[in-house]
Structures are given as C-alpha cells and as structure tokens.
C-alpha cells in the first residue's frame, strides 16, 4: 500500500475521543493493536449498539487514521501517535466484534 509521502499533521481531541482532524476533516482512528495482519482489522470489544457515531463514521467515510497506541495495565489504550489514513471496505459488525479490510494507504501522518 502506498500513500503520500509527505506526510500531514492530524489533530486529536480530548482523551476518550476516537476521532482525529486532518486537513479540516474529522476521521475515526483505530488502534494498531487490532491490525491482525493481511490488511485486516478485528476489535473484539466493539459490540452492536455501542460506539454508535464512530461506527457510523467508519461506514461512510471509508476512511480512517490508524494510530499507535500504548495498552494500559487498565485495558484502555492511550494513543501516542498517527501514523497513515486508510481507505477501507469489508465492514462487518456482529457479537464477535468489528472487523474490515484495509484497502489503501491514502496519506502518510506526522
């Protein structure tokens, strides 16, 4: 995958917000911890009926920032960086979790 290499700064929110800025765009950001290899992407702890608008978000922007993130002894994740926006496709939500496909690298993030 190959996206810019000139790469342009997102802007996070306050801690607890699962969403990011880039170029006046607000994108849904998702953990590299859940990045199972082979462009794909499984987060057991996202559930039917919880996280709605970032769910929303990721099934119509297609698009979203990858971040790298610490785990915390808590179990919660405390982002430390971004790393690229990804288009992606495959969206699937059940009682196992999330899951999509990486498609595309579209922007590299500082």
Same mark, same amino acid.
């Given at each position: 995958?190959?996206?810019?290499?000139?790469?342009?700064k997102?802007?996070? !929110? =306050?801690?607890? %917000? %699962?969403?990011?800025?880039?170029?006046?765009?607000?994108?849904?950001?998702?953990?590299?911890? %859940? %990045?199972?290899?082979?462009?794909?992407?499984?987060?057991?702890?996202? =559930?039917?009926g919880?996280?709605?608008?970032?769910? +929303?978000?990721?099934?119509t922007? =297609?698009?979203?920032? /990858?971040?790298? +993130?610490?785990? *915390?002894?808590?179990?919660?994740? *405390?982002?430390?960086?971004?790393?690229?926006?990804?288009?992606? !496709?495959?969206?699937?939500? +059940?009682?196992?979790?999330?899951?999509?496909?990486?498609? =595309?690298?579209?922007? +590299? /993030?500082?």
């Open positions: 995958m190959s996206g810019s290499r000139n790469p342009v997102a802007l996070g !929110g =306050k801690p607890g %917000w %699962w969403f990011a800025v880039v170029k006046d765009e607000t994108l849904p950001c998702v953990h590299q911890h %859940w %990045w199972m290899g082979k462009n794909t992407y499984f987060d057991p702890g996202v =559930k039917p919880l996280f709605n608008e970032w769910v +929303d978000a990721l099934k922007k =297609k698009r979203v920032i /990858l971040t790298n +993130d610490i785990l *915390k002894e808590n179990g919660r994740f *405390k982002r430390t960086g971004y790393i690229a926006i990804y288009e992606i !496709g495959n969206i699937k939500l +059940d009682q196992t979790g999330l899951t999509f496909q990486f498609k =595309k690298r579209l922007q +590299d /993030l500082s």
